[in-house]
């Protein structure tokens, strides 16, 4: 057993009990934050706050909500909405929060790409964090899901029926996740489990060790420079702070990272207060009904170009279906972002402006994300400008997994050989 | 406490492992039966429906296992179909399951057709795939021919009949 000895203050008391302190030089004071970012590198945080809101608000929802399929709709449209005070606002504030997650989470993960922040030692903070993206799409669409509406009661039948694709026991495992023939109460109630238990312990482990992967590799920078962290350390310690090219997370990027925090906490705020409506589909304050689909159905805007390449292909190849050649697209455009580490076959750690290939590179994945999101919002049916949307679906399908998969590998090649 | 003897700490790890291994596999296999539809659910897979009543060209709906069955008594100049009618006292019928068989949307019927908005796709009259990414026809729901009754739920000569030629 350590030595204890008669402590001298509260303080010291714990940190003889808890090592207080050296746990505070790791995880702030002495972890060290290159002095060359940018507020793009403030989205960690900005996220954090957020799980922290969808957590609280969560548990204020969870007090009234009734996972039951004959009360779900009237315990949210009517419990939480109407008699419960201010139940609008963690309802509001939980939806809200929800969406631009994953407008942060992009923006977050684009700006990892841009600086290609994602390979040299940091694949793991890559992969923990595209493992993420995907868990929290699994805990947006069961919370999407839960007030039982007629938008919630389709997406679950159309995502539990993606599992149908599944070879051979396709059928037998959709009947299994809904618990029933149809979606109905068994399914609703389990992913009410998955909703509020099972998903957001895995997803704070995740976090945690999202947070850990960086550790060692620390944070990329503007330019990509490679720095040596202790070296940098020593000389921010030793008295050298204008020399040194870094800072310690507290209280050097941590207070501006609040002030970020807070402009985007005024932001949050008036979309909450003033423009809640478009994280609520209209057609989900209609009661869920198993026997009439919605004329139009499409998930919420951050799912829409993965739905677009899901709905891309139209014909048969040989013995493969269209809808599984859609389904195999899908599943692919869900985990592509993860292999980039592998896929760029360069060891350039610098920003995408200083190669003008990767640079295009970039604009174009962007560009085509936006338009599969605008298509996948869009009617099957109709067309533009005389050209049937599925048509263009099929194209800009194509185009993603093409800049993933060829071009990606063939530019970053370029570029080694170039240099 | 000595660990020089590393022989017995090992076979004390292995039975360990073993005894973890089959908990471990049994834990898997009540979690998958806890996830399995309840003996309630399915006791009520069955439903029958009296199909004398039906009008000519006139889709009729139903439930069954809370899915929307299509029951049309096809008219005269109706296609035939043979590999997919259901033919109850004379008269033919398309009989399936009214969730398309891309993703599970439900196809309206309109004009001779069904058509499901989700993502375009074409069945016709019949239930066969016509347009768009359903891999198949609409599927037919296993039933038995009961005089003019029909009984969903339960399978038949007939029924395999049509499951081998769709
Ligand atoms: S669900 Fe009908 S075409 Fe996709």
Redesign the interface.
Known sequence: MANIKKSTSLGDWFDQRLAVKKFWNVMAAEYWIPKNISFLWAMGVILLALFVILFVSGLMLVMYYKPDAKLAFDSVNYTIMQEVEYGWLWRHMHGIAASITFLIIYIHTFTGIYYRSYKNGREMIWVSGILLFIIFSAEAFSGYMLPWGQMSYWAAQVITQLFGGVPIIGDALVEWIRGDYAVSDPTLTRFYMLHVCLLPIVIIAVIAFHFYSLRFPHVNNLDGEEIDFDLEGEKYLSGKVKESKVIPFWPGFLAKDFFYVSIFMIFFFYLVGFNYNFAMDPINFEPANSLKTPTHIYPEWYFLWQYEILRGFFFDIGPLKASDIGLIAFSFAGVSLGLLPWLDRSDVVAPAHKNRGFFIWFWVLLVDMILLSIFGKLPADGSIMGINNTYIGFVLSILYIGLIVVFLPLITILERKGR | MSLENSERRKFIGASFSAVAAVGGFFSLVAM?KT????PS?KAA?FTTVDLSPLKEGELH?I?W????IFILKKTADMKADDNRDVIVDGARYTVCIGLC??????PSYKSGQFIC????GIFDISGNAVF?????GLDIPPFKIDGTKLVLGETSPEFEKLVKKA
């Open positions: 998958k996830w399995d539809p309840l659910v897979g709906q439930t296992r809370k899915k929307p068989t891309h993703l599970g949307c439900i908005a989700c993502h375009g768009g990414p359903p891999p198949r």
